[in-house]
Structures are given as structure tokens and as C-alpha cells.
């Protein structure tokens, strides 16, 4: 079993419509979470970065850790064509102080126009 | 200029060949990352490196090399080029948190 998991899709939505991504992870220790947002032939960038459980939000996008569920989200309102990406979560183990990144394997996303 | 570049952004080569992809970055980071990624399978872990006297092994360093010339400069070698080493490269750099990566746009290798 992967560390990470998620689901490599595509996940094809209308414009306009709310997405919602997903990983689970095997490892209650995990603390950092992150999303990033990768266009196709481009590297990954950071779009999101939480610690711990809750919500947070950064214009139509929203983080969400539910920690005794070992579940992350990263929601998109307002879906545009430009948000059409490959996103991939990814969870730094606190024992591991190095800061070493464990990936999932992304879920590819199309809005469709 | 990009943050993080790397060359070539295309490279096609024999069976056999050795093959160097370079990667040079101005975020001022010490810590620089080459990644592997193939579809379904995501982000794997070529190589570290925390310092220019510090190397590491990630996951799936077999058939590879690395050498840091310098704090701005990280390259990855295949030794002898095998057609499963056909994927995307990737080259990163982060500060010494980890609170985030940079990537450069990528080589895509394809090995025939």
C-alpha cells in the first residue's frame, strides 16, 4: 500500500462547477500538507501549504485536513478552463527532519468550457 | 529567467549513450532535488543533495549520477541509457524547511 494515495482520474467537470480533489494517507504522523498545480509540460508549483487539521483558503481555493480521517482536500470554486492541471498532493513525515516529501501520484483535472 | 532552469528540454539518445541533463537555479537554495516522473506512477526521487558537499540516494537511484558543481548547479547522468529510463525529469530546489519545492520545466528523455 502507497503512503499516498489519489485518484489519477481525469476528473471532467463543466465551468463553473465546485471540484473537489482528494488524497488519503497511511500515516497519522503526517502534519504538512500541500497541493500543488502542475500545466502540461511545465514543472509542479505550490499553490496550497497547510499544517495540521482545518481549512484554509486563498481565493477559490480551499485546503482541508481531516486529520482522524487521514483524508486531505483541495476544493475549486468557480471552475475556469485555466484550471484544467494535473494537481498533486504531497505530506512531509515529521520524523523525517530532513523535510523529504512523500508525492501522490496527481488526479488530472479538465473544466470544460 | 526562470527561477529554476534546466537543459535540454528535449533529448532523444541511443541504448547505451551517456546522457547528462543540468540543472542551474538563482532562489539561492542549498537544497537541490532531481525527480522522476512517469504516468500513473508520479514523483519519484532520483537524487538530493542538502549542500555541495552532501549527496544522497533517493528511491530509485540505480543507473543514475549526480554531481553539484556548485550551490546553483546540480546535474544528473545516465551511465549507459536503457529504454526504461524513457521519462520526464525534473529538477527542484527548496529552502532548508521544506515548506516548498520550485521545479524547473522538466526534460523529457526518451531513450530508443
Known amino acids: 500500500q502507497k503512503e499516498v494515495e489519489q485518484d489519477p482520474g481525469p476528473l471532467s467537470v463543466p465551468e463553473g462547477a465546485i471540484v473537489s480533489l482528494n488524497c488519503t494517507y497511511s500515516?497519522?504522523?503526517?502534519?504538512?500538507f500541500m497541493w500543488y498545480r502542475q500545466y502540461s509540460r511545465k514543472g509542479p508549483e505550490l499553490l496550497m501549504y497547510?499544517?495540521s487539521s482545518g481549512n484554509k483558503e486563498d481565493g477559490r481555493f480551499t485546503a482541508q485536513v481531516d486529520k482522524s480521517s487521514k483524508y486531505i482536500s483541495l476544493f475549486i470554486r468557480d471552475s475556469q478552463p485555466s484550471d484544467s492541471a494535473t494537481y498533486l498532493c504531497?505530506?512531509?513525515?515529521?520524523?523525517?527532519?530532513?523535510?523529504?516529501?512523500?508525492w501522490g501520484a496527481g488526479t488530472k483535472l479538465i473544466i470544460k468550457p | 529567467d526562470a527561477d529554476v532552469t534546466q537543459t535540454p528540454r528535449n533529448r532523444i539518445t541511443k541504448t547505451g549513450k551517456r546522457i547528462m541533463l543540468e540543472c542551474s537555479q538563482t532562489?539561492?537554495?542549498?537544497?537541490m532535488y532531481w525527480y522522476r516522473q512517469d504516468p500513473g506512477l508520479g514523483l519519484r526521487l532520483i537524487y538530493y543533495?542538502?549542500?555541495?558537499?552532501?549527496?544522497n540516494k533517493g528511491e530509485i537511484s540505480d543507473g543514475y549520477s549526480v554531481s553539484r558543481q556548485a550551490q546553483a548547479k546540480f546535474s544528473l547522468s545516465l551511465e549507459s541509457a536503457i529504454p526504461n529510463q524513457t521519462a520526464l525529469y525534473f529538477c527542484?530546489?527548496?529552502?532548508?524547511?521544506?515548506?516548498?519545492?520550485?521545479f524547473g520545466s522538466g526534460t523529457r528523455l526518451t531513450v530508443v
Open positions: 527542484a530546489t527548496s529552502g532548508s524547511s521544506g515548506s516548498g519545492y520550485t
Open positions: 532562489k539561492g537554495h542549498d537544497r
Open positions: 543533495s542538502f549542500d555541495v558537499k552532501d549527496i
Open positions: 500515516n497519522s504522523a503526517f502534519q504538512y
Open positions: 497547510t499544517y
Open positions: 504531497a505530506m512531509i513525515p515529521p520524523q523525517d527532519s530532513n523535510y523529504q516529501l512523500i
